[in-house]
């Protein structure tokens, strides 16, 4: 249990610090990288994974909930090597992931706390933690998630199966994929865990003319990605 929380904890958080601080880089007024664009997002996001599963290696570096319910659904014994797939450990990978997104997400706002205090849209500082759809249609938006959390967790699964050598470098170019093709109508929250941690943090801190955390929506980036994961696990069994 202490492996499970202190890799998951640290890898999340760091998967966070860096992806949150992407968004942040090119939507928040007055910083360096103002104007980046998607392709910078998309790219920061693959980045962050790629660095967050390095830190995570020694408990398979899920990282992720749609990960973690998506190697349960595969029939897997073990959740990494030594690691059984139990109720205790399935509990303690969701928890470790929640608690990481939080801390990450509040870092983020240490590290541009200037900037938020500046920015007047509110839909801007939300973006930054959460994500939203460009065109709000609850069901549609739903499908988005699944269908983009279904090729994360089903391309990660045939990872293992396959011999490759590019290790980490494999699951962050991945979500570049993902974002570049697939984030357009959602910003591709693709984990329940990323998109509820921050947005926790969102509604607790302090930011002048942060608005509201747009809870009715908040179910689409979990749901989505939790149903994405399970269908890929499953899904995974035929591909030996």
Same mark, same amino acid.
């Given at each position: 249990?202490?492996?499970?929380?202190?890799?998951?904890?640290?890898?999340?958080?760091?998967?966070?610090?860096?992806? @949150?601080?992407?968004?942040?880089?090119?939507? #928040?007024? !007055?910083?360096?990288?103002?104007?980046? %664009?998607?392709? #910078?997002?998309?790219? %920061?996001?693959?980045?962050? @994974?790629?660095?967050?599963?390095?830190?995570?290696? !020694?408990?398979?570096?899920?990282?992720?909930?749609?990960?973690?319910?998506?190697?349960?659904?595969?029939?897997?014994?073990?959740?990494?090597?030594?690691?059984?797939?139990?109720?205790?450990?399935?509990?303690?990978?969701?928890?470790?992931?929640?608690?990481?997104?939080?801390?990450?997400?509040?870092?983020?706002?240490?590290?541009? !706390?200037?900037?938020?205090?500046?920015?007047?849209?509110?839909?801007?500082?939300?973006?930054?933690?959460?994500?939203?759809?460009?065109?709000?249609?609850?069901?549609?938006?739903?499908?988005?998630?699944?269908?983009?959390?279904?090729?994360?967790?089903?391309?990660? #699964? #045939?990872?293992?199966?396959?011999?490759?050598?590019?290790?980490?470098?494999?699951?962050?170019?991945? @979500?570049?994929?993902?974002?570049?093709?697939?984030?357009?109508?959602?910003?591709?929250?693709?984990?329940?865990?990323?998109?509820?941690?921050?947005?926790?943090?969102?509604?607790?801190?302090?930011?002048?003319?942060?608005? %509201?955390?747009?809870?009715?929506?908040?179910? @689409?980036?979990?749901?989505?990605?939790?149903?994405?994961?399970?269908?890929?696990?499953?899904?995974?069994?035929?591909?030996?």
């Amino acid at each position: 249990m202490g492996t499970i929380f202190l890799y998951e904890i640290a890898g999340t958080a760091v998967l966070m610090l860096l992806g @949150v601080g992407v968004v942040a880089n090119v939507v #928040l007024g !007055k910083t360096k990288g103002n104007g980046g %664009g998607w392709l #910078l997002i998309s790219f %920061g996001w693959g980045l962050a @994974v790629f660095a967050g599963v390095f830190v995570a290696y !020694k408990t398979g570096a899920h990282l992720n909930p749609a990960v973690t319910f998506g190697i349960w659904a595969s029939g897997a014994d073990e959740y990494a090597p030594g690691i059984a797939v139990t109720f205790g450990h399935t509990i303690a990978y969701l928890a470790a992931e929640m608690i990481g997104a939080m801390l990450g997400a509040f870092l983020a706002w240490a590290v541009y !706390k200037k900037h938020y205090d500046e920015e007047k849209d509110a839909g801007n500082i939300l973006g930054t933690f959460s994500t939203g759809p460009e065109l709000r249609s609850y069901g549609w938006n739903f499908v988005t998630e699944v269908v983009a959390t279904f090729v994360l967790v089903f391309v990660i #699964l #045939l990872f293992g199966k396959t011999p490759h050598e590019l290790g980490p470098l494999a699951v962050g170019l991945l @979500v570049v994929a993902i974002g570049a093709s697939l984030g357009g109508p959602t910003g591709y929250a693709i984990n329940p865990a990323r998109d509820l941690g921050p947005r926790v943090i969102h509604a607790l801190l302090p930011i002048p003319n942060k608005g %509201g955390s747009d809870w009715a929506y908040s179910w @689409v980036p979990i749901a989505g990605p939790l149903v994405g994961g399970v269908v890929a696990g499953l899904a995974s069994q035929a591909f030996v």
